[in-house]
């Protein structure tokens, strides 16, 4: 499952601007720029791009994970960014820490709760979309705009964000989507829940209890949103090769779950 590692910026191609320039602004190779984006034929003519198109540029790290932040251009607003990347606008908000949410400026770096995929031969919008737990939709409108983005074509090599797993008030961070996880795999993200505490439990596809519901707290209480972190603890073996975590909150009128976030893994 090639999971791009380091940060990656999507950036929105200004009037002069070519593909060499924008990988040098941003320490990146032309190579890893053209293959990102389908920057070839029969995709479209070397080096052309066009204003308004977004690009996907690598950024010169040493970060194993992967990690998405959008560039801020003229017209986003916090609520677009979380209408495209499929999150809560207080999420994001929380996450980036904006005192003055209703403000971004222009060239700022906004953190997108999402990770990057790089499409192997063979791939389909289809296949990664359930492959990662997420719709066609929200995969569609995390890469509009794109250059070399075609919902029905993806070429090898040609990177896709992915937006993370999340509801209203909670996002999963790890593990990733379709990664493999056992007794003590990591379980991270943020919440905003009831007196801070978090819930998860794991099955696997044949609906077997593998890790029955546990609470795992939250740094912060809501209406704050909190960081969560545990290690996975599970009760039995499961009897399928994939399965779910879920995690969650309960209502505290009557109970029931509220917030829902499912993440497809291998066991």
Known sequence: MPISPGTHAVYTVRP????????N?????LEDLERSNALYPPVTDPGLIFPGQ???????????ESVVLHQVTEGDTLYRLAE???????????????ERPDILAVAQLVYIPAFVYEAEPGDSLWRIARRFGASLSELTRANAGRAGFSPDVLY???KLVIPLPSSTN????????GSRVAAG?????SARAFE???LYRVRDDAGRIVARERAVTAAEGAPAIGAFSAPLVFDASPETPAGAIQVYTRSAMDGSIRDLVEVPVLF
Do not use: E, W
């Not at 977004?54 to 194993?64: A, C, D, E, N």
């Not at 909670?170 to 989507?177: A, E, K, N, W």
């Not at 795999?185 to 993200?189: E, Q, R, S, V």
């Open 16 to 23: 002069g601007d070519s593909p060499y320039a924008i990988a």
């Open 25 to 29: 602004a941003f320490g990146s190779s």
């Open 54 to 64: 977004k690009l996907l540029v690598r950024v010169p790290g040493t970060s194993q």
């Open 84 to 98: 495209r990347y499929s999150a809560g606008v207080d999420m994001l908000a929380a996450l980036n820490r904006l």
């Open 156 to 158: 090898p090599g040609y």
């Open 170 to 177: 909670i996002v999963v961070f790890r593990p990733l989507p």
């Open 185 to 189: 795999t990591p379980l991270a993200g």
């Open 196 to 198: 801070a505490n978090v």
